[in-house]
């Protein structure tokens, strides 16, 4: 699949372009407009999302091993099955493993299964989730929490495919691909001396850093629209409109919790909206705003979202059409950036004097 056919049926700016609320098209969201199985549940056309799916599409094709880096929260477990759905391994297991989950004393069974009476409480054999990943994937969330101790025996595994279940002396050998995730500093944890260097470099063949939420604030508007018709679907409610303030509010918002914490925010607003118009509290997000806006308590939304495009145009040297242009990078239209310009003041003018042509800003005040 083309990165292309990324393409979703609300377009923010558009839709709240001249009016104080967005309409959502609940009965265009059901049709074919979203992306493949593949890539299920990744939402979002943002430069950097982008970037993440080209180099899942990039590596899926053969069987290196991937490390996930970022924040908790961002998605990884997406982009680990968007890796295996690309894959030719597609048709097999998937098997995921959060070790920070597991305690540190069943994790090696977890991993590498046990034999009946290898420990106390082992009454029957157990498969462990390398077995079952067996031909197809398995990914290994949070591996910064794996314990020193069990390190040695998963840099087998990606060394030389061989294993033994807890217990036995058979050895066993597997043919899985590896994917792992974390939101731990691994390099900082080898000079402490809490991860194998060794491990570390086997593992770190091919990493892809997933941006957090606060560095793709184009795609909240799309994200807020998922989950607001998943939330009504689950419960039963019709919620039609949401307040162009509302996704204001939510654009500018630092979310430390990524994804996550949206979903999480969108769920208790559908279920606190009385009518078919969602409803937030500001109560509901902390007083956190964007990196790199003021953080002056009286700036307006209007002033974030001026300074917003206004850095945007400066980093693109004012080009405003064309893959790396600044519409592109904010996720608009070129005609709805240009009206978004005329509606918070922003112009290009040129000097009359030859000698100082240029573009300036005219910000109103």
């Not at 099955?81 to 994790?107: E, Q, W, Y």
């Not at 260097?197 to 957090?212: A, G, K, T």
């Not at 919620?239 to 969108?266: K, Q």
Request: glycine fraction near 8%; hydrophobic fraction near 40%; charge should be positive.
């Amino acid at each position: 699949m083309g990165l292309n056919s990324l393409t979703y049926p609300l377009q923010y700016d558009e839709l709240r372009s001249g009016t104080n609320q967005i309409t959502l098209g609940i009965d265009r969201i059901d049709e074919p407009a979203k992306p493949e199985a593949a890539f299920e549940g990744i939402i979002g056309r943002s430069s950097g999302l982008r970037r993440v799916l080209q180099m899942v599409e990039t590596v899926a094709r053969g069987d290196a091993t991937v490390l996930l880096l970022g924040e908790t929260g961002t998605g990884k477990e997406l982009v680990a099955r968007a890796i295996h759905g690309h894959s030719p391994r597609r048709a097999r297991p998937f098997v995921k493993l959060n070790c920070a989950a597991i305690p540190t004393g069943l994790l090696e069974s977890e991993l590498f299964g046990h034999e009946r009476g290898s420990f106390t409480g082992a009454i029957a054999q157990k498969i462990g989730r390398l077995e079952l990943a067996h031909q197809g994937s398995l990914f290994l969330d949070e591996m910064g929490d794996i314990p020193l101790e069990l390190q040695p025996k998963l840099l087998r595994v990606l060394q030389e495919r061989e294993f033994e279940r807890l217990g036995s002396t058979r050895t066993q050998k597997v043919d899985v691909r590896i994917v792992a995730a974390t939101h731990r500093d691994l390099e900082g944890m080898i000079l402490e001396k809490q991860f194998r260097s060794d491990l570390y470099y086997r593992v770190n063949v091919f990493p892809i850093q997933v941006p957090p939420l606060r560095e793709r604030p184009e795609d909240i508007p799309l994200l807020v629209e998922h989950f607001v018709k998943q939330a009504t679907q689950r419960m039963g409610k019709t919620i039609d409109a949401i307040p162009s303030e509302t996704v204001d509010a939510l654009i500018c918002y630092r979310w430390p919790g990524n994804i996550r914490e949206l979903e999480n925010v969108i769920e208790r607003a559908v279920i606190l909206s009385p009518g078919p118009v969602l409803r937030l509290s500001p109560r509901d997000l902390k007083s956190q705003i964007m990196p790199g806006h003021s953080t002056d308590r009286h700036q307006t939304l209007e002033e974030v979202e001026r300074n917003h495009i206004l850095k945007t145009l400066r980093e693109t040297s004012w080009v405003l059409s064309g893959p790396g242009g600044a519409a592109a990078r904010l996720g608009l239209n070129r005609s709805t950036l240009y009206f978004r310009m005329k509606k918070l003041g922003i112009a290009r003018s040129v000097d009359s004097r030859p000698e100082r042509q240029k573009i300036v800003v005219m910000a109103r005040d």
